[in-house]
């Protein structure tokens, strides 16, 4: 279901966004709320180049302020001019799962997402030298020494985070999640073999390919950069979800700039550049624009509020 739900967005958008766009009268700032190296940043430096090439007198600055796994910045972005010049990166599911959790300083009504660009599917990785050849490997560990085996992730309450919970709950096991400051830190700790692998995802894998393995990834059909690589459905378990990508602005930002703003971002991802560098990077593009927002988020939230309760969020002490 969730697979004809993205292909609808990928066909959605094709025609306002094919069309031309006006380039920024000045320098776009770029908020990343996570540190670099991760997909959050790989997407931000494509989008930059592209933006470049594009309107040549314009700068997409990427600024990072990373921490709690997002939140730090996502509490603080309402400060932020609303002058049309400022957008952030948003994060599905962590945007609904960590006001759940209840020890953020933001709610999900202060962000006000404005384009979702692309979607990463879930995948668990190991580094290359792990004993883990397959999935089966995995398990038959996991379930042999519960607790023992130490998974690391990008944040709490976060995709990784759910994917975690929901490979225990899925499987019958129980291994320890290792949260990590965003995907740069977490890939210096699993090619340094300082983990018994990773819940990240399909893009986690490509971009390491020959340092990592990938065990399993939560798609309908296998990656097509990972052909060896089994579906959670071909392992017996019906898992086709992972983490989607987008810009936000300050909620003074005007509607008028809003819209400029989704425009251009609409436009490269259109443009035959991006769509090269996010298929070699693993990234399945997606266009939600204004004119689905309220829609998509509505069954996002709906879909990750449940996810949210299964792992125990939003209950009282």
């Not at 592209?50 to 990427?62: F, H, N, S």
Request: glycine share 10%; net charge positive.
């Amino acid at each position: 279901m969730l697979r004809r739900f993205l292909l609808s967005l990928v066909a959605a958008m094709a025609a306002a966004s094919a069309s031309a766009q006006t380039c920024p009268e000045k320098n776009v700032n770029y908020w990343q709320p996570f540190p670099p190296g991760g997909e959050s940043d790989i997407s931000a430096r494509h989008q930059a180049l592209v933006l470049k090439r594009k309107c040549p007198g314009i700068d997409a600055i990427v600024q990072y302020k990373a921490g709690g796994g997002g939140a730090l910045l996502w509490g603080q972005v309402n400060t932020l001019p609303g002058d049309g010049h400022n957008v952030y990166g948003v994060n599905l599911p962590h945007l609904v799962l960590q006001p759940m959790e209840g020890s953020v300083s933001y709610k999900a009504d202060d962000i006000t997402p404005i384009f979702w660009f692309h979607y990463t599917p879930d995948a668990l990785v190991v580094p290359e030298a792990s004993p883990f050849r397959t999935f089966a490997d995995f398990l038959r560990a996991a379930k042999d020494k519960p607790s023992a085996l130490n998974l690391g992730g990008s944040a709490l309450n976060s995709a990784n985070h759910a994917a975690h919970e929901r490979l225990n709950s899925a499987f019958g096991v129980k291994t320890t999640y290792v949260p990590y400051k965003g995907t740069g830190d977490l890939t210096l700790a699993v090619l340094g073999n300082q983990l018994d692998g990773a819940m990240s995802y399909s893009a986690f894998a490509v971009n390491n390919k020959g340092k990592v393995r990938a065990l399993a990834v939560a798609m309908d059909k296998r990656h097509p950069l990972l052909p060896d690589v089994p579906t959670f459905k071909e392992l017996g378990v019906d898992w086709v979800d992972g983490a989607f990508r987008g810009i936000g602005v300050p909620k003074s930002t005007p509607p008028e700039a809003r819209k400029r703003l989704a425009e251009l971002w609409a436009a490269l991802n259109a443009d035959p550049e991006m769509k090269e560098l996010a298929a070699k990077s693993g990234f399945e593009l997606v266009n939600v624009g204004l004119d689905q927002m309220d829609t998509f988020m509505r069954e996002r939230a709906k879909v990750y509020t449940e996810v949210g309760r299964a792992m125990g969020l939003g209950k009282k002490p």
